[in-house]
């Protein structure tokens, strides 16, 4: 139905897709994937007109296609969800679904249609939210799922969706992918870019590889795959997943990092967890649990109104995140990377130096070549692969630009490293590379705050799991990294009452 | 225009039952309600104190005819903050506009109900240039206009160098002083094009694309509106309304020269700024526009009615202007730690 | 070590074709346009080798200085000069006529009590504001409340003007009173209309007469009044000709003219003259152009005694101001 | 755009290498300055002349050129500041209150005036800081409170508008060149007095943003001010030492206007806020904050006080002045836009 044939774009300094091919059959899922940065979303971004192909050429139905435009591409009937959030905050619920058709009698917006339209799509997905709602209030899963009814709404006959269930909770994704199904079965195609690979093989039909912008599988059944042989074909060669090395863990010690009842202005309530040298405490929980802002509240970026918080034993009172960096040498990869982590339109070598500034100013001024050495030391030692350290950030992918993120508090030298949704929208090998660095991190003393949702990460990294659930810790538990057993006690303590105590 | 405009003809039930409180307090922390209080509590004050002069029916007049163009000045610096641009051209342009048209009446010998869409329709069009030179060369459009503006001015000036028009529209003059319902005719003119105004941003598809370009750009693109077409259209609009001003100041004021449009810069930012529109763009207040220019207006008076010296009220207007910004943002902290 | 200056004024006497007048107003003004037809009449009538008019400087002493350099740069080397600023065109002035060139303050002369240029020939503007002032209680009949509007507060013209209608106010014992003062609304027109809308809103009534000392609100406060159809008496400034409309349609009662035309006319006279070889006999000496009240009963003969003034002024350059060789 | 960043050497060379010399926005300027001097010079031939010329062009060079470094300051952060003019009259009030009352030398006065409008700019990023609302709203409210200030403090402390004299030596940086200064029979430059004053603020900003940790956290903070602030910028504390400097560059300007002028008075820096923000952005200088550029502001000034020299040359009135500024400045602008496109299509950071 849909071709996309030698596909070629260029960004400067960087060729994103180098003669890529899709090619599309009505009725199927089709899986694209890939390694972060291997051009899945500049694919997606040119066949929905939003970026102009340097190469290659388009056939819709066999007859080529020029879009000039995001809207032609819907006006032929190609739909999509883009990976960045794409609402206007404060435009409501409704009046984003309908945006790119806003129902009208001569000019002048008509709302009850409008509104009955938003509620047909918000039903879709079983949504039950006001259309009158601004997106500005919603939670990112929230707006997630707008943003899936918002491609819904339009009637098209090829739907991309580009890692539609990052933010979403296993929950939320069986609704989605329960959708996906009915299309296909009505005849649509569905193009699905994720990096969860167990979504991929339970939904979709055939796949497609990018690797370094072209293609290196084209429209296979994925039927004839086994995921290690997918993941080979993404990274290019026979791909052993790492086992993490066994780390033995001094309880005995004072504990780096301890709150005891600790209580804060965002709505936690008696919250007690403690991370010791060298152990690596997973904080598990789903979107909107508190997690993110407990860790904030830490940093002095939130309230801490009870309680108790120690660091290697001594009772502390954090300001700001200059003192805890500074004074207690705690660092924080926030989860938000492109908003909070990163500095986009700044160099990689001004990102990575920016918490060393102070530790290599000589009379207040930063030499070029100190902060050089630093930048270099940890580009490589994780493995950023960049084109000059003088590269923007923003250039890089997602993964890249989640090492960046990291790379700054390691060479902070912290002892204490909260990292908050790690791998987020990050590829299997950078993935399991990422749980290699922090394994190691801990392994060399660190100790490290684990928040995440992706419970195989967790499972398979911390030493003990902490489940947080609307503020309030619902259990702890330790962690014998065997997933079926872990998992189900974990999903017990969440879907169990508060804890009366 | 940011909440208080929707007015949802139902709710799922789970939230109508708060819905009602929920409303009003949104309402009551509204920088509309704000604005609202101020004004009418300004008012009352000044007609307290000087015994009821304010009410008196030209002190009443004069001060709403002297309202008018400061609105629709205001309106036209919105509707670009509304795209995240800025428009310095204003204040220059309704000078232009102004003197354009007087001297069509004047010299070119045209009749007034040619001129005056004369003048918006050029007020329009060089709205419409500032768009182009925005869209074509990528160029911070506060840089841009900074440009045109010395432009203008120049042009301004070159219609009748320093010399003053007079009597160049008996009827237009007419229209000028003339009351509706105890009301100036110019100001009445003045609400209707600030209504039309809010309607197009509310109920318009156009009005709604170029929000929705200005509260975040990407998003709109990929929703199929052209961002382009709508900083074409603020800024055409910007200049309409400009060349509306201008009428308006023809009218009112019976004579015009080039020094027409200099005291509207700053009041054209004052205006939407105090009226809770953001500078990043995507969200406007028509009535929050209007109300900050009546405030504003509010001193001017107080000025003449108790002979304070400008520049106080330069030194009061900033120390307000700067307490309103404190208060906005501790308003906001209140809430949201109540909340 | 700094260097010896160098002898000034070394330039020497030029010969009436070398001399080439300037004559910079402050910014564009009506006030000055009268000026550009009486330098190409002196240009005429005293055979020097150019005059130019250059009204770019904006209300700018930093762009004024500019346009004055700019001019020296292109050969002008006399230069009749409305300073911006008055409180520091002493030193515009210091640093021509350390170039050598011949310097007039017109219309204007700097604030304080030493003028840097070789005259100042200008309104003096305490004396006319005085004139005026007297005008407009006259026309109220001898007492009532009377309001001044005016320009910019912080320039020390408009001090002296407040200070020429406070004496004509303090002279009448207290029959009448100066009810306000409004200043800064000379900027733009709009500004003064509304100025003037809210004055006559809140004390229309108790106003009998209204004394402008500046264009804008001249222009202003006639149509104002007019318009408001109050009894007010309006003391205008200048001649423009809406103004002297105003006073044959008895809009306006009288209106304060200054002497544009004897400043350029006299002052590029006086300019040649200093070019010429001629020296002040007290240098920087400050010599009144005349101010006129024009009211209904001259309003057509005026300009006589204008350029009666203007005679006797050129007259008393040769004979008394100027000391030259031959 | 990025503040003269060197790249490593190596990769210096290759970039350089790959890089057209038109597609450096500094070469570009350069190059528009000299084709303006050159059509200038050639219209007139009196734009060579140096007493008459050159050196004020100097002095409003290094003015003017202060000023853009005082916008500059607070656009590194993504802020503007409406109140330069108005900080600059404050500083200038209290220099000249300074010589008038305590009759301060010369330095005294300068300092009086740089700490007056470093404290004006702090208050001013004080209240953006603690309220998070907009600078621009919170300068120009602070501007037009100023402008009541100024004038009635000059009100009250001078017979209306002006201070009556300068300190000792202040007239030599208004009227010397380093021409009249001589060692024996070598004479310095024609150069004004003012211009190594403006030279030292444009090294030190440029010293600031490039190599020292404030300035570019100050930067980082532009960038992006949540990420600033989460890692371990004390971001609040930068946005006020930022809107400090620009406050204190501002009262600079003041210093070497009313040097300029000849008097401290109420009216300096009434012109300052356009040329402020026409420098900078000419220079490269985006109003988004992050980036800045120090040498693209300088060049910025040179080619808009070239472009007003040449006009005035040119003897313009004053409607044909202005529609050419406009149409000058339109014309440098979309060039260097135009150079900035098709450096960008040969795939070249510009
Ligand atoms: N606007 C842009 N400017 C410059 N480079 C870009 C731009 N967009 C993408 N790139 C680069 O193009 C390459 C492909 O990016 P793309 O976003 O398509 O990767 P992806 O496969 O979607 O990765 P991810 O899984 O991380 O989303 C990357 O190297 C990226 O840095
Ligand atoms: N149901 C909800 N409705 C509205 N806002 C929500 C909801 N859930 C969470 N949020 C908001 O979304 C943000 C994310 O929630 P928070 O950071 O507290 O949770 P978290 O446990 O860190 O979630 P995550 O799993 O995404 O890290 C917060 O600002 C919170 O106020
Ligand atoms: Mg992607
Ligand atoms: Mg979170």
Same mark, same amino acid.
């Given at each position: 139905?849909?071709?996309?044939?030698?596909?070629?774009?260029?960004?400067?300094?960087?060729?994103?897709?180098?003669?890529?091919?899709?090619?599309? /059959?009505?009725?199927?899922?089709?899986?694209?994937?890939?390694?972060?940065?291997?051009?899945?979303?500049?694919?997606?971004?040119?066949?929905?007109?939003?970026?102009?192909?340097?190469?290659?050429?388009?056939?819709?139905?066999?007859?080529?296609?020029?879009?000039?435009?995001?809207?032609?591409?819907?006006? &032929?009937?190609?739909?999509?969800?883009?990976?960045?959030?794409?609402?206007?905050?404060?435009?409501?619920?409704?009046?984003?679904?309908?945006?790119?058709?806003?129902?009208?009698?001569?000019?002048?917006?008509? =709302?009850?249609?409008?509104?009955?339209?938003?509620?047909?799509?918000?039903?879709?997905?079983?949504?039950?939210?006001?259309?009158?709602?601004?997106?500005?209030?919603?939670?990112?899963?929230?707006?997630?799922?707008?943003?899936?009814?918002?491609?819904?709404?339009?009637?098209?006959?090829?739907?991309?969706?580009?890692?539609?269930?990052?933010?979403?909770?296993?929950?939320?994704?069986?609704?989605?992918?329960?959708?996906?199904?009915?299309?296909? +079965?009505?005849?649509?195609?569905?193009?699905?870019?994720?990096?969860?690979?167990?979504?991929?093989?339970?939904?979709?039909?055939?796949?497609?590889?990018?690797?370094?912008?072209?293609?290196?599988?084209?429209?296979?059944?994925?039927?004839?795959?086994?995921?290690?042989?997918?993941?080979?074909?993404?990274?290019?060669?026979?791909?052993?997943?790492?086992?993490?090395?066994?780390?033995?863990?001094?309880?005995?010690?004072?504990?780096?990092?301890?709150?005891?009842?600790?209580?804060?202005?965002?709505?936690?309530?008696?919250?007690?967890?403690?991370?010791?040298?060298?152990?690596?405490?997973?904080?598990?929980?789903?979107?909107?649990?508190?997690?993110?802002?407990?860790?904030?509240?830490?940093?002095?970026?939130?309230?801490?109104?009870?309680?108790?918080?120690?660091?290697?034993?001594?009772?502390?009172?954090?300001?700001?995140?200059?003192?805890?960096? =500074?004074?207690?040498?705690?660092?924080?990869?926030?989860?938000?990377?492109?908003?909070?982590?990163?500095?986009?339109?700044?160099?990689?070598?001004?990102?990575?130096?920016?918490?060393?500034?102070?530790?290599?100013?000589?009379?207040?001024?930063?030499?070029?070549?100190?902060?050089?050495?630093?930048?270099?030391?940890?580009?490589?030692?994780?493995?950023?692969?960049?084109?000059?350290?003088?590269?923007?950030?923003?250039?890089?992918?997602?993964?890249?630009?989640?090492?960046?993120?990291?790379?700054?508090?390691?060479?902070?030298?912290?002892?204490?490293?909260?990292?908050?949704?790690?791998?987020?929208?990050?590829?299997?090998?950078?993935?399991?590379?990422?749980?290699?660095?922090?394994?190691?991190?801990?392994?060399?003393?660190?100790?490290?705050?684990?928040?995440?949702?992706?419970?195989?990460?967790?499972?398979?990294?911390?030493?003990?799991?902490?489940?947080?659930?609307?503020?309030?810790?619902?259990?702890?538990?330790?962690?014998?990294?065997?997933?079926?057993?872990?998992?189900?006690?974990?999903?017990?303590?969440?879907?169990?009452?508060?804890?009366?105590? | 225009?940011?909440?208080?405009?929707?007015?949802?003809?139902?709710?799922?039930?789970?939230?109508?039952?708060?819905?009602?409180?929920?409303?009003?307090?949104?309402?009551?922390?509204?920088?509309?309600?704000?604005?609202?209080?101020?004004?009418?509590?300004?008012?009352?004050?000044?007609?307290?104190?000087?015994?009821?002069?304010?009410?008196?029916?030209?002190?009443?007049?004069?001060?709403?005819?002297?309202?008018?163009?400061?609105?629709?000045?205001?309106?036209?610096?919105?509707?670009?903050?509304?795209?995240?641009?800025? *428009?310095?051209?204003?204040?220059?342009?309704?000078?232009?506009?102004?003197?354009?048209?007087?001297?069509?009446?004047?010299?070119?010998?045209?009749?007034?109900?040619?001129?005056?869409?004369?003048?918006?329709?050029?007020?329009?069009?060089?709205?419409?240039?500032?768009?182009?030179?925005?869209?074509?060369?990528?160029?911070?459009?506060?840089?841009?206009?900074?440009?045109?503006?010395?432009?203008?001015?120049?042009?301004?000036?070159?219609?009748?160098?320093?010399?003053?028009?007079?009597?160049?529209?008996?009827?237009?003059?007419?229209?000028?002083?003339?009351?509706?319902?105890?009301?100036?005719?110019?100001?009445?003119?003045?609400?209707?094009?600030?209504?039309?105004?809010?309607?197009?941003?509310?109920?318009?598809?156009?009005?709604?694309?170029?929000?929705?370009?200005?509260?975040?750009?990407?998003?709109?693109?990929?929703?199929?509106?052209?961002?382009?077409?709508?900083?074409?259209?603020?800024?055409?609009?910007?200049?309409?309304?400009?060349?509306?001003?201008?009428?308006?100041?023809?009218?009112?004021?019976?004579?015009? *020269?080039?020094?027409?449009?200099?005291?509207?810069?700053?009041?054209?930012?004052?205006?939407?700024?105090?009226?809770?529109?953001?500078?990043?763009?995507?969200?406007?207040?028509?009535?929050?526009?209007?109300?900050?220019?009546?405030?504003?207006?509010?001193?001017?008076?107080?000025?003449?009615?108790?002979?304070?010296?400008?520049?106080?009220?330069?030194?009061?207007?900033?120390?307000?202007?700067?307490?309103?910004?404190?208060?906005?943002?501790?308003?906001?902290?209140?809430?949201?730690?109540?909340? | 070590?700094?260097?010896?200056?160098?002898?000034?004024?070394?330039?020497?006497?030029?010969?009436?074709?070398?001399?080439?007048?300037?004559?910079?107003?402050?910014?564009?003004?009506?006030?000055?346009?009268?000026?550009?037809?009486?330098?190409?009449?002196?240009?005429?009538?005293?055979?020097?080798?150019?005059?130019?008019?250059?009204?770019?400087?904006?209300?700018?002493?930093?762009?004024?200085?500019?346009?004055?350099?700019?001019?020296?740069?292109?050969?002008?080397?006399?230069?009749?000069?409305?300073?911006?600023?008055?409180?520091?065109?002493?030193?515009?002035?210091?640093?021509?006529?350390?170039?050598?060139?011949?310097?007039?303050?017109?219309?204007?002369?700097?604030?304080?009590?030493?003028?840097?240029?070789?005259?100042?020939?200008?309104?003096?503007?305490?004396?006319?504001?005085?004139?005026?002032?007297?005008?407009?209680?006259?026309?109220?009949?001898?007492?009532?409340?009377?309001?001044?509007?005016?320009?910019?507060?912080?320039?020390?013209?408009?001090?002296?003007?407040?200070?020429?209608?406070?004496?004509?106010?303090?002279?009448?014992?207290?029959?009448?009173?100066?009810?306000?003062?409004?200043?800064?609304?000379?900027?733009?027109?709009?500004?003064?209309?509304?100025?003037?809308?809210?004055?006559? +809103?809140?004390?229309?009534?108790?106003?009998? /007469?209204?004394?402008?000392?500046?264009?804008?609100?001249?222009? &202003?406060?006639?149509?104002?009044?007019?318009?408001?159809?109050?009894?007010?008496?309006?003391?205008?400034?200048?001649?423009?000709?809406?103004?002297?409309?105003?006073?044959?349609?008895?809009?306006?009662?009288?209106?304060?003219?200054?002497?544009?035309?004897?400043?350029?006319?006299?002052?590029?006279?006086?300019?040649?003259?200093?070019?010429?070889?001629?020296?002040?006999?007290?240098?920087?000496?400050?010599?009144?152009?005349?101010?006129?009240?024009? *009211?209904?009963?001259?309003?057509?003969?005026?300009?006589?005694?204008?350029?009666?003034?203007?005679?006797?002024?050129?007259?008393?350059?040769?004979?008394?101001?100027?000391?030259?060789?031959? | 755009?990025?503040?003269?960043?060197?790249?490593?050497?190596?990769?210096?060379?290759?970039?350089?290498?790959?890089?057209?010399?038109?597609?450096?926005?500094?070469?570009?300027?350069?190059?528009?300055?000299?084709?303006?001097?050159?059509?200038?010079?050639?219209?007139?031939?009196?734009?060579?002349?140096?007493?008459?010329?050159?050196?004020?062009?100097?002095?409003?060079?290094?003015?003017?050129?202060?000023?853009?470094?005082?916008?500059?300051?607070?656009?590194?952060?993504?802020?503007?500041?409406?109140?330069?003019?108005?900080?600059?009259?404050?500083?200038?009030?209290?220099?000249?209150?300074?010589?008038?009352?305590?009759? &301060?030398?010369?330095?005294?006065?300068?300092?009086?005036?740089?700490?007056?409008? /470093?404290?004006?700019?702090?208050?001013?990023?004080?209240?953006?800081?603690?309220?998070?609302?907009?600078?621009?709203?919170?300068?120009?409210?602070?501007?037009?409170?100023?402008?009541?200030?100024?004038?009635?403090?000059?009100?009250?402390?001078?017979?209306?508008?002006?201070?009556?004299?300068?300190?000792?030596?202040?007239?030599?940086?208004?009227?010397?060149?380093?021409?009249?200064?001589?060692?024996?029979?070598?004479?310095?430059?024609?150069?004004?007095?003012?211009?190594?004053?403006?030279?030292?603020?444009?090294?030190?900003?440029?010293?600031?943003?490039?190599?020292? =940790?404030?300035?570019?956290?100050?930067?980082?903070?532009?960038?992006?001010?949540?990420?600033?602030?989460?890692?371990?910028?004390?971001?609040?504390?930068?946005?006020?030492?930022?809107?400090?400097?620009?406050?204190?560059? +501002?009262?600079?300007?003041?210093?070497?206007?009313?040097?300029?002028?000849?008097?401290?008075?109420?009216?300096?820096?009434?012109?300052?806020?356009?040329?402020?923000?026409?420098?900078?952005?000419?220079?490269?200088?985006?109003?988004?904050?992050?980036?800045?550029?120090?040498?693209?502001?300088?060049?910025?000034?040179?080619?808009?006080?070239?472009?007003?020299?040449?006009?005035?040359?040119?003897?313009?009135?004053?409607?044909?002045?202005?529609?050419?500024?406009?149409?000058?400045?339109?014309?440098?602008?979309?060039?260097? =836009?135009?150079?900035?496109?098709?450096?960008?299509?040969?795939?070249?950071?510009?």
């Amino acid at each position: 139905m849909l071709l996309a044939e030698g596909l070629i774009k260029s960004f400067p300094g960087v060729r994103a897709l180098d003669g890529a091919t899709l090619k599309l /059959a009505a009725g199927s899922v089709h899986a694209l994937l890939g390694e972060n940065g291997a051009g899945k979303s500049t694919l997606v971004k040119i066949l929905t007109g939003v970026y102009r192909p340097d190469g290659g050429r388009v056939l819709l139905d066999g007859a080529e296609v020029h879009f000039g435009s995001p809207l032609e591409a819907l006006r &032929a009937g190609i739909g999509v969800v883009h990976q960045e959030r794409n609402l206007v905050p404060e435009f409501s619920i409704a009046e984003n679904i309908a945006l790119q058709h806003l129902p009208h009698r001569g000019g002048v917006v008509d =709302r009850t249609r409008m509104r009955a339209e938003a509620r047909r799509c918000l039903g879709l997905l079983d949504l039950d939210l006001d259309p009158d709602t601004r997106v500005a209030e919603l939670s990112v899963a929230q707006a997630q799922l707008v943003e899936i009814a918002k491609a819904l709404s339009v009637d098209t006959r090829v739907l991309l969706l580009d890692e539609p269930t990052a933010s979403l909770t296993g929950e939320e994704a069986d609704r989605l992918y329960a959708i996906v199904r009915k299309l296909t +079965a009505a005849g649509h195609a569905v193009v699905l870019v994720s990096h969860k690979l167990e979504e991929v093989f339970a939904v979709a039909d055939t796949v497609t590889v990018l690797r370094d912008g072209h293609s290196v599988a084209q429209a296979q059944p994925l039927s004839g795959y086994t995921r290690d042989g997918i993941v080979d074909l993404m990274v290019g060669r026979a791909y052993a997943s790492v086992r993490l090395a066994d780390r033995t863990v001094d309880r005995a010690a004072v504990p780096a990092l301890e709150l005891t009842g600790v209580s804060t202005g965002h709505g936690h309530r008696d919250v007690s967890l403690s991370v010791a040298r060298g152990e690596i405490l997973g904080l598990y929980g789903l979107v909107g649990a508190g997690r993110t802002e407990l860790a904030k509240a830490l940093l002095g970026l939130g309230e801490i109104t009870g309680g108790e918080v120690r660091v290697h034993g001594t009772p502390v009172r954090i300001r700001d995140v200059g003192q805890a960096l =500074r004074q207690y040498r705690i660092g924080y990869v926030p989860e938000d990377r492109k908003g909070e982590g990163l500095f986009l339109e700044q160099p990689i070598a001004r990102n990575v130096g920016v918490t060393v500034w102070r530790r290599l100013a000589r009379l207040g001024l930063i030499p070029d070549r100190g902060e050089r050495r630093v930048v270099d030391e940890y580009t490589e030692l994780l493995g950023i692969r960049l084109a000059s350290p003088q590269q923007l950030a923003g250039q890089l992918s997602g993964g890249n630009q989640q090492k960046v993120s990291l790379a700054k508090w390691l060479a902070a030298e912290c002892d204490i490293l909260i990292v908050d949704e790690p791998t987020v929208g990050i590829d299997v090998r950078t993935k399991a590379a990422f749980h290699e660095l922090i394994a190691r991190l801990a392994g060399q003393g660190m100790a490290i705050l684990l928040i995440s949702s992706d419970l195989p990460e967790v499972v398979t990294l911390a030493d003990r799991i902490v489940v947080l659930g609307e503020g309030a810790v619902r259990g702890e538990l330790a962690n014998d990294h065997d997933y079926d057993a872990v998992s189900q006690r974990v999903i017990r303590l969440i879907h169990a009452a508060p804890a009366a105590a | 225009m940011t909440s208080t405009i929707e007015t949802p003809t139902e709710r799922p039930t789970a939230t109508a039952a708060s819905a009602p409180g929920v409303r009003l307090r949104r309402t009551v922390r509204s920088s509309e309600f704000t604005l609202v209080a101020i004004a009418v509590i300004g008012f009352v004050a000044l007609t307290l104190t000087t015994d009821g002069n304010m009410l008196s029916s030209g002190t009443l007049a004069a001060f709403f005819r002297f309202l008018a163009v400061p609105m629709i000045i205001g309106l036209a610096q919105m509707v670009v903050l509304a795209i995240g641009q800025m *428009n310095l051209s204003v204040g220059v342009l309704t000078g232009f506009c102004a003197m354009v048209a007087a001297w069509a009446m004047l010299e070119a010998g045209l009749p007034a109900p040619l001129a005056v869409p004369g003048a918006m329709l050029l007020g329009a069009a060089v709205g419409l240039g500032n768009g182009l030179l925005v869209v074509f060369t990528r160029i911070n459009a506060f840089i841009v206009t900074l440009a045109t503006m010395t432009i203008i001015d120049g042009l301004r000036y070159g219609v009748n160098g320093p010399g003053t028009y007079q009597d160049y529209s008996a009827g237009l003059q007419e229209l000028g002083q003339a009351s509706l319902l105890g009301f100036p005719v110019v100001f009445l003119l003045a609400c209707v094009v600030a209504a039309g105004v809010w309607f197009f941003f509310a109920r318009t598809v156009p009005g709604r694309h170029l929000l929705a370009s200005g509260g975040s750009p990407f998003a709109a693109r990929l929703s199929g509106v052209s961002n382009d077409r709508s900083i074409l259209l603020a800024h055409t609009l910007s200049g309409l309304l400009a060349g509306v001003a201008a009428v308006l100041t023809l009218a009112q004021s019976g004579s015009v *020269n080039a020094s027409i449009g200099d005291d509207l810069l700053l009041p054209s930012f004052a205006a939407p700024i105090i009226g809770g529109v953001a500078l990043a763009g995507g969200v406007v207040s028509v009535l929050g526009t209007c109300l900050a220019a009546f405030i504003v207006r509010l001193v001017d008076v107080t000025q003449a009615q108790f002979a304070i010296n400008r520049r106080w009220v330069d030194l009061i207007v900033g120390a307000v202007v700067l307490g309103v910004v404190l208060s906005g943002a501790i308003r906001q902290k209140l809430s949201r730690r109540s909340s | 070590t700094k260097k010896e200056e160098e002898p000034e004024g070394a330039a020497g006497a030029l010969t009436a074709a070398q001399v080439k007048v300037a004559l910079v107003p402050g910014g564009a003004h009506p006030y000055f346009q009268p000026w550009k037809d009486a330098g190409t009449k002196a240009k005429a009538d005293f055979a020097f080798g150019d005059v130019t008019f250059n009204e770019t400087a904006g209300w700018d002493q930093t762009k004024q200085n500019d346009v004055l350099t700019s001019l020296a740069a292109q050969g002008y080397n006399a230069f009749g000069i409305f300073g911006v600023a008055p409180e520091s065109i002493n030193s515009t002035f210091e640093n021509l006529k350390k170039q050598g060139f011949k310097v007039g303050s017109l219309a204007s002369c700097p604030a304080g009590d030493k003028n840097l240029a070789d005259f100042c020939l200008s309104t003096d503007v305490q004396e006319a504001a005085y004139k005026a002032a007297k005008a407009a209680v006259e026309a109220m009949g001898g007492q009532g409340n009377l309001v001044h509007l005016t320009g910019n507060k912080v320039d020390s013209n408009t001090q002296r003007r407040i200070a020429g209608v406070q004496k004509a106010v303090d002279e009448t014992g207290g029959k009448v009173k100066l009810l306000d003062t409004i200043t800064d609304i000379d900027k733009d027109l709009q500004t003064a209309q509304k100025a003037v809308a809210d004055l006559l +809103a809140a004390k229309g009534s108790q106003v009998n /007469a209204i004394v402008t000392t500046a264009y804008n609100p001249a222009v &202003a406060a006639a149509g104002g009044v007019k318009q408001a159809k109050l009894p007010i008496k309006v003391i205008a400034i200048d001649d423009d000709p809406t103004i002297i409309q105003g006073i044959k349609n008895g809009e306006v009662a009288a209106t304060v003219l200054q002497n544009p035309v004897g400043q350029a006319y006299v002052g590029s006279y006086a300019l040649l003259k200093l070019a010429e070889g001629c020296t002040m006999a007290t240098p920087g000496v400050i010599i009144d152009s005349g101010s006129f009240v024009v *009211n209904a009963a001259n309003a057509t003969t005026y300009e006589n005694d204008r350029q009666a003034k203007t005679d006797f002024l050129k007259k008393d350059f040769d004979e008394k101001y100027l000391t030259c060789a031959k | 755009m990025k503040q003269d960043d060197n790249p490593s050497p190596p990769e210096a060379a290759r970039q350089a290498a790959r890089l057209p010399l038109w597609a450096n926005p500094r070469i570009g300027l350069v190059v528009l300055l000299i084709a303006l001097i050159a059509l200038f010079t050639t219209l007139r031939p009196a734009f060579l002349n140096t007493q008459l010329t050159l050196v004020p062009m100097q002095s409003d060079i290094s003015v003017y050129a202060v000023v853009g470094l005082s916008q500059l300051a607070v656009l590194s952060l993504g802020h503007m500041n409406m109140a330069v003019g108005r900080m600059a009259a404050m500083s200038a009030f209290a220099a000249g209150l300074l010589h008038d009352r305590l009759d &301060a030398p010369l330095i005294v006065c300068l300092l009086g005036g740089l700490a007056t409008g /470093a404290l004006l700019g702090a208050l001013a990023g004080l209240i953006i800081a603690r309220t998070g609302v907009n600078s621009f709203v919170v300068t120009l409210a602070l501007d037009f409170a100023l402008i009541g200030l100024v004038s009635l403090l000059y009100a009250t402390f001078t017979d209306g508008v002006a201070f009556g004299g300068l300190p000792a030596g202040m007239s030599a940086l208004r009227t010397d060149t380093f021409a009249d200064y001589c060692a024996g029979d070598v004479c310095g430059p024609e150069i004004p007095l003012l211009a190594p004053i403006a030279l030292v603020a444009a090294l030190g900003v440029g010293l600031l943003f490039r190599w020292s =940790r404030i300035g570019r956290e100050v930067l980082m903070t532009g960038a992006n001010a949540k990420a600033a602030l989460l890692s371990g910028i004390p971001v609040n504390l930068r946005v006020v030492q930022a809107h400090a400097l620009s406050g204190l560059l +501002a009262g600079l300007a003041g210093f070497l206007l009313s040097a300029n002028n000849g008097s401290f008075s109420a009216g300096v820096g009434d012109g300052f806020l356009l040329p402020s923000f026409l420098a900078p952005v000419l220079g490269g200088t985006l109003l988004v904050g992050g980036a800045v550029s120090v040498l693209g502001t300088v060049l910025g000034t040179g080619i808009t006080q070239v472009i007003y020299k040449g006009l005035n040359l040119l003897q313009f009135q004053v409607d044909e002045l202005k529609l050419y500024i406009g149409l000058v400045l339109l014309a440098a602008l979309s060039l260097d =836009r135009l150079r900035h496109v098709l450096a960008e299509r040969r795939g070249v950071p510009a």
